[in-house]
């Protein structure tokens, strides 16, 4: 996921687009505050806060690239961000892990991610956007989240209910000026026994 933020220019639209395509195809949300679907990209235009969020399902090596991440100020004037966006996979992150649990009990989800970023941790709604849940700095669900040395950060779910059941993600999170990357590394999936 890739936040762009402009907050100088909140209710503006926004668009992100590929440079190499000579930013041919922009994708916009068309509305604002609802994820829209386009093509293998989700996009929320949050006009309250001044921030488009690109969801990538499913990256491939052709999403690679050099992207602008922008706002159409005026009818001839646009302001936008540059971005590189690199699709790599590394092999010490486990791609999917499947969590079971009982009812009522306690369930620890456990990930790694590089010790030089903050933790992300989401979790897939009905429309297979990753809702934030927990990051290394607010949690907001019932349970913890530490860090350490090793790079491994745990989430404890405490009495889990039917409504935790699903996929969660694990991933890392890196922030600039005006943008942050959230990239989701580990899969979880959460059954109930």
């Keep these: 996921m890739i936040k762009c933020e402009h907050p100088q220019h909140k209710t503006k639209p926004k668009y992100i687009c590929k440079e190499s395509d000579g930013c041919s195809e922009r994708r916009n949300p068309g509305v604002q505050h609802e994820w829209m679907e386009n ?9 309250r806060a001044g921030v ?6 499913e990256l491939k090596a052709a999403d690679a690239g050099t992207y602008r991440c ?7 004037t646009e302001s936008f961000t540059e971005l590189q966006l ?4 590394d092999a010490k992150y486990p791609k999917s892990v499947t969590e079971s649990a009982h009812l009522g009990e306690e369930v620890n989800i456990t990930c790694q991610i590089p010790e030089e970023h903050e933790v992300h941790f989401c979790k897939e709604d009905d429309n297979n956007i990753c809702q934030n849940i927990s990051s290394s700095k607010v949690t907001q669900m019932n ?6 040395e090793e790079r491994v950060f745990t989430v404890i779910i405490s009495n ?11 991933g890392a999170e ?7 990357f959230i990239s989701l590394n580990t899969k979880v999936q959460l059954n109930f026994t």
């Design 160 to 170: 889990v209910s039917v409504r935790d059941a699903g996929v969660y993600w694990c």
């Design 52 to 57: 488009l969020m690109v969801f990538f399902r």
């Design 143 to 148: 349970g913890s989240s530490e860090r350490n």
């Design 39 to 47: 093509g293998d990209v989700s996009l929320y235009d949050d006009t």
């Design 70 to 76: 922008g706002v159409n100020v005026s009818h001839y």
């Design 86 to 89: 690199n699709v790599k996979h």
């Design 174 to 180: 890196t922030r600039d000026t005006y943008l942050t």
